[in-house]
Every structure is written in structure tokens, then in C-alpha cells.
């Protein structure tokens, strides 16, 4: 099928972006990637009167270091920041959920922004980025905000950008120096979008003790959903077999997630307690990087 027609906007700035969703956000849709996008429009299950296509806002293209954060323009690709040795270095758990994002052609096009403004339940950005405590800069004609997962991801394909908003950057804290972290997912396929997923980090100081642990889960349910109780069995009760065992149970019991062809909402549940068993044995099992 083919996409119902459309107007077709090419700003070269981001200031031009802003200007026209002042006047078409209601009807538009911003086109980064066009991975999740175009294929939607051509089955017609969204057609939006107005694209505007911000692949010419060259200053929305970088991965730059800014003192103890990392910031992702909108026009980061996917790809690029798999391949920056700048991510490898300060963003462990980034590094590893890249790969599991799609194919390489579609990292070649999709944004980390898309992918994140997108706000899919069984994408792997959305949980990378609330395990991350990533901060989201919005930005619109009449200014900038900037706020986290917990208010960014609404539900299912829907975020709390407003129609004359875009997501104009995403900001990650560099890892700390002790940091082990975990990404860890199930698919019917290989490269195939998952049926569940953890992503993990957390510090171990030189007692022993855990801290900084934050867990979150993709296919638990409308959203990305960060696992409070597990991540505080942890903290207080440290890696031992009986507190792992304990955080996996705590987490199965936290999420709500949604059956579909692939998996029960059951299997889901049971199976994003195994993983946050997996994740935080291989954390403990490795020493800081
Ligand atoms: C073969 C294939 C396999 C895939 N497998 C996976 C997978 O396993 N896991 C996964 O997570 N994804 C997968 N995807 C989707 C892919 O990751 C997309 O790149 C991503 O979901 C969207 O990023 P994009 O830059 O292409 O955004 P687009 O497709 O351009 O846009 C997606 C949505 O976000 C909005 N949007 C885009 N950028 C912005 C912005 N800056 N501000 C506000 N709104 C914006 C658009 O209006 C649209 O509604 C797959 C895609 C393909 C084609």
C-alpha cells in the first residue's frame, strides 16, 4: 500500500522545525528515520497531513560529551552511536541494547530519538533510557523542558510531547566508574522485536555494598516500567543467591504485561523475572569495567 497524500516540509534548521509545528503540530508528524514512521503511513494506520522531514537540521546530528552527561541530538543515528567509541567508553548499557535494535539497515536510518518519541512497550531504547535515568529535552517556538522516562513514556505509542513540541535531544549520565550494568532480551527471532527485556545497571563500592541499582523492563506493559521493589531488595540486601532469587520474584509480581501472538502476558511476567535473575548474576559475576 501506499501512504494517503501529504504535505512534505524539509526545514534546514531547527528553528525552521519549530516554526512550522507552531502552525501544523496538530496534523504533523516529525520524520527522523522514517523506520517506524513510513511503514505505518504506508499501511495506512497513520496518515498525517503534514511530515516535517528534519534529516536537513544537520545541528541536530551529534554524540558529544557535556561535562558528566551525553548528548544525543535528534538526528543521532542509531547506528553511529553502536559504532562511537565515545558511547562504548561512558555508555556500557547503551552499547550493548544497540544491537538488539532492529537490523543494521534500519540503525543505519532510525534515530535514538525516533526510536524513544516512537515510545513502543517492546522497544529497547525506552528501557535503556529510564535504567539510565536518561533526560529528554523537548523543545517548541515557545521554548525548551526537559523531563524523565517516568514523565516522558505515557503508554503505548505515546509520549508527553505536545503537537507543536519535537524531542529535540536525549541526555545520558555517564557511567560511573564502577558501573556494571545489563541488557538482556527473549525474541521469537533473531532480530525480531522481543517478547521481553531488562535492561541493568549498578555500582558495587569497595565494601561490597550495591548502590545505584536500577532496573527496568521492556514488554511488562504499556511502558517501560522501572522495578522499585526488585531494585530495593538489592540495594538493602546486596547480590546474594537468596536476595537475586527474591528481586527476580519482586519483579514478575511488578509488571503488568499485555498477551499477544508471541507470549501470554503470564509467560511474560515469568520470564522478565528470569531475566532480572540473569542480569544481576552476570553483574555480579563481573567485576567494574
Ligand atoms: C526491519 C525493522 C526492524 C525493527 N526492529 C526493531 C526492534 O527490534 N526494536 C526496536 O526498538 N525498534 C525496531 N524497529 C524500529 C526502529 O528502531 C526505528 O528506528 C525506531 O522505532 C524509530 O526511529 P526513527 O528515527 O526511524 O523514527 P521515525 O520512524 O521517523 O518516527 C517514529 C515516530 O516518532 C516520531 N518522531 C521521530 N523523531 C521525533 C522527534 N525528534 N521528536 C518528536 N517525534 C519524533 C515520528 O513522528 C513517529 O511518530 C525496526 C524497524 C525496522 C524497519
Avoid: W
Amino acid at each position: 500500500m501506499k501512504p494517503a497524500a501529504f504535505a512534505y516540509h524539509r526545514p534546514a534548521s531547527l528553528e525552521e522545525a519549530l516554526s512550522l509545528l507552531a502552525v501544523h503540530g496538530a496534523e504533523a508528524r516529525v520524520l527522523s528515520g522514517g523506520q517506524s514512521l513510513v511503514p505505518l503511513m504506508n499501511m495506512r494506520i497513520l496518515s498525517p497531513a503534514v511530515l516535517i522531514d528534519i534529516n536537513r537540521c544537520r545541528e541536530l546530528a551529534y554524540i558529544r560529551r557535556e561535562g558528566g552527561m551525553i548528548a544525543c541530538g535528534a538526528l543521532a543515528r542509531q547506528g553511529e552511536a553502536e559504532a562511537s567509541g565515545l558511547v562504548a567508553a561512558t555508555l556500557p548499557l547503551l552499547a550493548s541494547a544497540l544491537p538488539h535494535v532492529g537490523v543494521r539497515a534500519s540503525r543505519n536510518f532510525g534515530t535514538l530519538c525516533g526510536s524513544l518519541a516512537h515510545a513502543d512497550p517492546l522497544a529497547e531504547l525506552p528501557s535503556v533510557a529510564a535504567a539510565l535515568e536518561a533526560r529528554f529535552v523537548i523543545a517548541s517556538a515557545r521554548g525548551r523542558r526537559e523531563v524523565g522516562a517516568e514523565a516522558f513514556f505515557v503508554s503505548a505509542l505515546t509520549n508527553c510531547i505536545e503537537p507543536d513540541e519535537m524531542l529535540a535531544e536525549v541526555r545520558f549520565p555517564v557511567a560511573a566508574a564502577g558501573a556494571r550494568t545489563a541488557f538482556l532480551e527473549v525474541a521469537n527471532r533473531g532480530h525480531g522485536f522481543a517478547v521481553a527485556g531488562v535492561a541493568a545497571t549498578l555500582e558495587v563500592d569497595a565494601a561490597g555494598r550495591c548502590a545505584g541499582v536500577r532496573l527496568a523492563a521492556m514488554g511488562a506493559g504499556d511502558t517501560t516500567v522501572r522495578l522499585a521493589a526488585a531494585e530495593a531488595l538489592i540495594e538493602d540486601e546486596g547480590l546474594s543467591a537468596a536476595a537475586i532469587a527474591a528481586a527476580g520474584e519482586a519483579a514478575r509480581a511488578a509488571v503488568e504485561p499485555t498477551a499477544d501472538v508471541h507470549a501470554s502476558a503470564e509467560y511474560r511476567a515469568g520470564l522478565i523475572g528470569v531475566l532480572v535473575g540473569r542480569a544481576l548474576r552476570a553483574m555480579a559475576a563481573a567485576g567494574p569495567r
